[in-house]
């Protein structure tokens, strides 16, 4: 079932300072080493562009990482008679709580969490769309597509911009779209492989518009020029959203901006390797080789510095407007902190010199106004 349409106007809420982490976060060397390994093992393109990060947020997404994967792989291996996503959810309590189960991620978890002042809200939408791939829903628009990949892309989005912060409502929105833009990606790709273990995630109207009958075509899943069609046109929604979310990556800390813009430049050239593969992904799964993976993180490095916010940002997906949303009401609750990036001594002491600068200027400024009148 899609989510209600909502089109609230993104420019009538006000910014949202988010708690961000300020220094590396103090884990135990061999729990970092195991949540490090645990990423390798996984996302390799999630951890190629994680080297880009300052390590007041390196960390924090290693962490952050180690949890998801763990949380995915628990439900995804769950036994007849396991209860995945109640075990979750008390671990999730106890991670709150300050009381984290004797587990390496929900230690470092619960370190990001009492740091970074973690909404609660993002980390129960992401187990959300772990329970509807466990019940084994259907997605029969592309809306309800957005729905599925706000929980389980676009929450860590938004949990990996809360923890950069501070950031503005149209910057977290920027960032869930960019969550839900990759995860398009994934699905796009992996075709084959969800097909082989009886889901099918490209959305059931689009598979019929192009005359294929979808739980037919589950039974015995074949490429056809009509599945090729479907997912050259999934493709080009997470296109879509890879540029609208683009502009949101200038308004990220400048120590932030270019693992982003690297995470983001390799998601969307696996897209672009499919295509020039023949848009076939239920033989074979497309992957980008080391070697342009290391091309795209030299250009993000570069072209970063030339990204601007834009003037006239569109109205957030309705998807993922929830998301931001309990962001505002997190903040309102916890208050804000300062943003003070890692920064060498000599770049500190000018900060902090520009800072008494500007102060001063202000108490002469002051002190003519008086005088004037």
């Not at 929105?173 to 994934?186: D, F, H, I």
């Not at 902190?337 to 000599?346: D, G, I, L, V, W």
Request: aromatic fraction near 6%; charged fraction near 20%; include cysteine.
């Amino acid at each position: 079932m899609s989510q209600p349409e909502r089109k609230p106007s993104i420019r009538a809420v006000p910014d949202l300072p988010a708690a961000p982490v300020t220094q590396e976060l103090n884990f135990d060397s061999q729990d970092l080493q195991a949540c490090v390994a645990m990423m390798q093992g996984g996302s390799k393109t999630f951890f190629a562009a994680s080297r880009l990060l300052p390590p007041r947020v390196r960390t924090a997404a290693i962490a952050l990482y180690a949890f998801c994967r763990v949380a995915d792989d628990l439900v995804d291996e769950a036994q007849p008679g396991d209860t995945p996503l109640e075990v979750l959810q008390v671990r999730l309590d106890a991670i709150y709580a300050g009381t984290p189960h004797d587990h390496v991620e929900d230690h470092a978890l619960s370190l990001v969490v009492q740091q970074c002042k973690l909404p609660r809200h993002l980390l129960d939408a992401l187990i959300e769309g772990f329970a509807w791939d466990a019940s084994g829903r259907t997605y029969d628009s592309i809306e309800d597509l957005h729905a599925y990949g706000a929980r389980v892309a676009g929450s860590v989005g938004a949990m990996m911009s809360w923890i950069m912060g501070p950031q503005s409502m149209d910057t977290l929105s920027r960032a869930c779209e960019l969550g839900v833009a990759m995860q398009l990606t994934n699905i796009a790709r992996d075709v084959g492989h969800d097909a082989s273990i009886g889901r099918l995630y490209l959305p059931r109207r689009w598979l019929i518009e192009a005359g294929v009958q979808p739980d037919a075509w589950l039974d015995k899943p074949t490429f056809t020029p009509a599945i090729a069609q479907v997912v050259s046109r999934l493709l080009e929604e997470a296109d879509r959203l890879y540029k609208q979310a683009h502009s949101g990556i200038a308004a990220l800390p400048p120590d932030c901006r270019a693992a982003i813009c690297a995470a983001s430049m390799i998601y969307a050239d696996i897209g672009y390797q499919l295509r020039r593969e023949g848009l076939d992904s239920v033989n074979k799964r497309t992957v980008v080789s080391t070697t342009r993976k290391l091309m795209l993180l030299a250009s993000a490095w570069t072209q970063v510095h030339w990204i601007r916010v834009s003037d006239h940002n569109p109205p957030p997906l309705a998807a993922i407007v929830g998301l931001v949303e309990g962001c505002q009401a997190a903040t309102q609750q916890t208050g804000n902190k300062a943003y003070f990036p890692n920064r060498a001594m000599p770049q500190r002491v000018a900060w902090m010199l520009n800072l008494f600068e500007r102060r001063e200027n202000e108490r002469l400024d002051r002190n003519s106004l008086r005088q004037a009148s």
